[in-house]
Every structure is written in structure tokens, then in C-alpha cells.
């Protein structure tokens, strides 16, 4: 599922990002021995530890998530980490985003060269590559229902959850909006919070082993037929 | 979410039933001194068991469900956890069965002394009394999405709940039947793999506090509409 589109992170403070080594936080494997003389930025060093809390997430649980096993995971010091991330919910927010930020992109990237798509393809090409049978997708599907899953116990991270939910539904309400103009807001919101949750629902049941993917592509599609037919009509 | 309608649990087996006090697995707990003389029959402590352990499934997450604890929560030894469910797994695979009995007792009581509901009503309500804030439709839905999500990582309750998904699936397909019974029984069971996957989602975005209980309810009557208009036009 992973999900909604957002603007871009914000770029972290520039003083941050040239803190010489030896600060609290520049563990012993953060400049990687196979890329002698590489400096990486703040920027680069954030990224890999927030690939490694997704496949952390994704392989474990949010509740599988320690510091100490990120740290190992990333090939960073724990210092590291805290000093990015502040704490262990700092690393969960951010990875919320992250993920986000990695679902954006598989789920819009089009080749320049291909042909434009019609509206009700965009729609039905941003749900269904969620649906997808790759490392990537499943990592970050996996991670995001667990993010949910978390926030059923753990209030931290709903505030973020509902957030990035909404800027999904409305991205999703908008294409919706390009295929069926004439439908109020109101109208389209409704079918975007469906078609999202459903493919949430879908997602899961793909993961825990009850679908075969292209099942769920199948009924993601059966969906999208149904809500446009209803919207039609409406 | 939780559940399809199932048919009863089998009876455990007579012997074990009479299994006289002293036996492994009598804790000292079990013959409560508020209930003086009473012998409780083993149906009743195996409940009264899993009752505890839907209890901390939902408020701590299938990881959180160690036998220490659900014993403690459910006031027996450890070792009547044992020999009743023989080991964690045991307990997980009868909590779901337990959870999804439950829910088929909240989703279809009636009174007896009510109307007959049409089968549109009948539909709506199955899949409605699912959403209802109640302590035990929480309870409830919160252990099912944790045994969902659980199972994206450990495999041993993935035949399960197919097998409980694919149970409630036909249940809803069939009454989707009975409102349109000109239908493919294809197309009905498209339409109810959705109606539920939609409802798992739902319960998920409900439960983690993303939207209100009522606008869930909204929401799924609006899929209702969208699918029994798609199948209509089918």
C-alpha cells in the first residue's frame, strides 16, 4: 500500500549535514571502507539508515525495530542514529515518510518516451503499482501496514499516518476527478478513501499469503470499474 | 474486521473434558475461591482462556501474547495453557477461531421478535455490525488485524485465515446472491472479496484513528451501493 504521494522532505539543516568527524554519531563503519575518500553527506547517511529501518520494518515488525539492530542493519553506530533521528520515534516518522517518498516515485515514474496516459489510466496505473510482486513494492507494502498496524496500540505515529493518508486520498480524489469531472468533491473523496483502503485491505491479504498478486489486481480493478460506475450514475 | 461466520468449533474431546483436578495443567488459579465447588467443565476454562488471550492480542499485538502473561490475564497456570492448546501456536490458532465465533455471534443475532429484514438489510447489516464502537467489536477487530498482520511475517497462521477469510467471503457472496440472484456466482464472489478486504481496511484506519467510526459506516454503505450497482449492470 505504502502510498500517498507528499511534497518533498524537507532538506535538513546544512549545519547538520557538514558535522566533521568525530561528532557524536560518526561511528566507525559510516564511512564505508570501499569508498575510500567518499564523503557522504548528512543527507546520503540518513537515507541508508532509513532503507535499513524499511527492511528492518518490513522483515520484523515495527515492534521489531530496536536502535541497536538498526544501527547493525544500516552499518552505522547507534550515536548515528540518535543524532539524525533524535530517537526511536524520530526513526519511525521519518521512515513513514520515506516510504511514502519511495511509493510516489514507483507508482509515477513514467518513461518520457511513452505515450501520455488518458486519465482513467493514470488512476488505475497509480492503485495497481502497489500491487506489484518486487522487492521494493512488498518492502515498502509490508512496512506501511505495519505502520497501521502499530498505531492500533501505539498513538505516536497517527498524527503522520493521518496525514499522509489524506494527501493519498486526495491525490487519488483528483485523478478520480479527471475521469469523472461533472462528480462532486464530496463524491470522489468518498470513492478515494475507498479505493485506498481497499487496496490496503488487498495488500494485506496479498502479503499474509491468502491472494495470488495478480488476484488482487484483479479485484483492485474490479473496484475502480464499480466506484466509476457508481460515480457516474451519482 | 474479524469475521467470517464459521461453522462450530468441535467439541474437544470427552476425556480431556473430565480431566480430574491434579492433572498437569490445574493451576492453582482455576477453581476461582469466588466461585466455591464450582467445577468448571474444560469448554469453560478453555474460554475463559482464549477470552484472555483475544484480550491481549488486541491491547499488545500477537508479539506482545506471551503464555507467561496470558496466563496471568486469564488467572490459570501456564501449565492448563499447555495442556489445553499444547503451545503458543495452539493458542493462536483457536484465538482466531475464537474471534471469528464471536463475531459470527455480534453480526447475525436478531431478535427474535423483530421483523424479518429484507436481504439487502440483512447484507448492510453483516457487514455494518463489524463497525460498531462496542469494547468487544474492538476487542474484536483489533485481534484480527493483528493476526492478519502477523501473518505478513510468521507463516503459521496463514491457512487459517484463508480459510476463515475464504469462509466469510462466501458468506457475504451469498447474500450478495440473494439480492441479485440473476448474478454469476464469479461476480458475486469478486464483489465480496472486496466488500471484506474493504471492511479490513476500514477497521484498520478506524482502529489506528485515522477516520470516525461513523464515516466508516459511510463509507462501506457506499461500497455496498457501488458494487450492488456494478453487479446490477453486469
Known amino acids: 500500500m505504502a502510498g500517498p504521494p507528499r511534497p518533498a522532505r524537507p532538506v535538513p539543516p546544512a549545519g547538520a ?4 568527524s568525530g561528532t557524536p554519531g560518526d561511528g566507525p563503519r559510516t564511512y564505508a ?3 575510500p575518500g567518499k564523503v557522504r553527506s548528512m543527507s546520503s547517511r540518513s537515507t ?4 535499513a529501518a524499511a527492511r528492518v520494518i518490513a522483515r520484523r515488525g515495527v515492534r521489531g525495530l530496536r536502535v541497536e539492530e538498526l544501527a547493525a542493519e544500516a552499518g552505522v553506530s547507534t550515536a548515528l542514529i540518535y543524532y539524525h533521528f533524535k530517537d526511536r520515534t524520530g526513526v519511525l516518522r521519518q521512515t513513514l515518510e520515506f516510504i511514502n517518498d519511495r511509493a510516489e ?6 518513461d518520457p518516451d511513452d505515450p501520455p496516459l488518458t486519465p482513467r489510466e493514470e488512476l488505475e ?19 506501511w501496514g505495519e505502520l497501521r498496524a502499530s498505531a492500533v496500540f501505539d498513538e505516536v505515529l497517527r498524527e503522520d499516518l493521518a496525514r ?35 487496496l490496503e485491505g488487498l495488500s494485506m491479504r496479498w502479503l499474509s499469503g491468502g491472494i ?4 488482487a489486481r484483479e479485484l483492485m480493478r ?13
Chains 1, 2 share one sequence.
Open 17 to 20: 549535514a557538514r558535522a566533521p
Open 33 to 35: 571502507p570501499d569508498h
Open 48 to 51: 541508508q539508515i532509513l532503507e
Open 105 to 110: 516515485r514507483y507508482t509515477t515514474d513514467r
Open 125 to 143: 496505473e497509480t492503485l495497481l503499482l502497489e500491487l506489484q510482486d518486487t522487492v521494493e513494492v512488498r518492502e515498502n507494502s509490508s512496512a
Open 164 to 198: 499522509a493518508t489524506l494527501v493519498w486520498v486526495q491525490e487519488v480524489a483528483a485523478l478520480l476527478g479527471q475521469v469523472q469531472p461533472m462528480v462532486p468533491a464530496s463524491a470522489l473523496a468518498g470513492a478515494a478513501e475507498r479505493l485506498t483502503a481497499l
Open 212 to 215: 495470488k498478486i495478480g488476484h
Open 222 to 234: 474490479g473496484a475502480i470499474d464499480a466506484e466509476l460506475s457508481g460515480l457516474g450514475q451519482g
